[in-house]
């Protein structure tokens, strides 16, 4: 594997740990919080650099179906990004604590709240379009399997996909991205462990659904449907 998509796969990998303590914000910290901000901003940058070959082709090729999903979700990520930073910029006690910005701090709430949830959606749906090339990468890895491992993998997947749904109402993440309460309730009596876990099983669930929904808009273009 060349060193270029080792880079690229340590650097997406570190993103997504990265998120996930920032979904964490109050139970991690406020200074902790704003400086993986920070982080997760300059290896979004670091992913862009790297796949810049993509972003020189878009005005290049035909648009399918799933080119057309794929380019959505980019530009999608890329607002909400920018409006987490921007809001965080606003928001913050600490790391921009010495500019010089005054008030603006209700609007900045409401704009950083949808922008991460939405963003934590649009993320897993990304990565889930991929899907098929981390799975692919774990076949190198692994022996020949058997279609009985191929089934439970499946399996596996559904079970993750159906507690995610589960995760996700209890989390109340829907409420969130429609503004439905303006306040992210934490429960500092509940291990870490139990808030990363319904997490994990939450962008399960989109990934499930961005893998698959791929595979049908591949199948469309194969079949000319």
Same mark, same amino acid.
């Given at each position: 594997?060349? +060193?270029?998509?080792n /880079?690229?796969?340590?650097?997406?990998?570190?993103m997504t /740990? #990265?998120l996930f +303590?920032?979904?964490a914000?109050?139970?991690?910290?406020e200074?902790i919080?704003e400086?993986?901000?920070?982080?997760?901003? #300059?290896?979004?940058?670091? %992913?862009?650099i790297l796949n810049?070959q993509? *972003?020189?082709?878009?005005? @290049?090729?035909?648009y399918t179906?799933f080119?057309?999903?794929?380019? /959505?979700? #980019?530009? !999608?990520? +890329?607002v909400?990004m =920018?409006? &987490?930073m921007? &809001?965080?910029?606003? +928001?913050s006690?600490? #790391?921009? &604590?010495f500019?010089?910005?005054? $008030?603006g701090?209700?609007?900045?709430?409401? !704009? %950083?709240m !949808? &922008?991460a949830?939405w963003?934590f *959606?649009? !993320?897993?749906?990304?990565?889930g379009? %991929?899907?098929?090339? /981390?799975?692919g990468?774990?076949?190198k890895?692994?022996?020949?399997?058997? =279609?009985?491992w191929?089934?439970?993998s499946r399996?596996t $997947?559904?079970?993750? =996909?159906?507690y995610? *749904?589960?995760?996700f109402?209890?989390?109340?993440?829907g409420s969130?991205?429609?503004l @439905?309460i303006?306040?992210?309730?934490?429960?500092?009596?509940e291990?870490?462990?139990?808030?990363f876990l319904?997490?994990?099983?939450?962008? $399960?669930?989109?990934?499930?659904?961005?893998?698959?929904?791929? $595979? *049908?808009f591949? @199948?469309? @273009?194969r079949t000319?449907?």
């Amino acid at each position: 594997m060349k +060193l270029k998509q080792n /880079v690229k796969i340590i650097i997406d990998i570190i993103m997504t /740990v #990265v998120l996930f +303590l920032l979904m964490a914000y109050s139970m991690a910290g406020e200074v902790i919080h704003e400086w993986l901000g920070i982080g997760i901003f #300059v290896l979004f940058l670091l %992913h862009h650099i790297l796949n810049s070959q993509w *972003i020189q082709n878009l005005r @290049k090729g035909k648009y399918t179906l799933f080119r057309i999903l794929q380019t /959505v979700l #980019v530009i !999608l990520v +890329l607002v909400s990004m =920018a409006g &987490s930073m921007l &809001s965080g910029i606003v +928001l913050s006690r600490h #790391v921009f &604590s010495f500019l010089p910005v005054m $008030g603006g701090s209700s609007w900045a709430r409401k !704009l %950083h709240m !949808l &922008s991460a949830y939405w963003g934590f *959606i649009f !993320l897993s749906l990304h990565l889930g379009l %991929h899907w098929s090339m /981390v799975t692919g990468i774990v076949k190198k890895m692994l022996p020949k399997t058997s =279609a009985v491992w191929l089934w439970i993998s499946r399996l596996t $997947g559904l079970l993750i =996909a159906c507690y995610g *749904i589960y995760a996700f109402v209890k989390r109340q993440i829907g409420s969130y991205m429609f503004l @439905k309460i303006h306040f992210v309730f934490f429960d500092f009596g509940e291990p870490l462990f139990f808030f990363f876990l319904d997490y994990m099983a939450v962008m $399960g669930l989109f990934i499930f659904l961005g893998h698959y929904l791929a $595979g *049908i808009f591949r @199948k469309i @273009k194969r079949t000319g449907i």
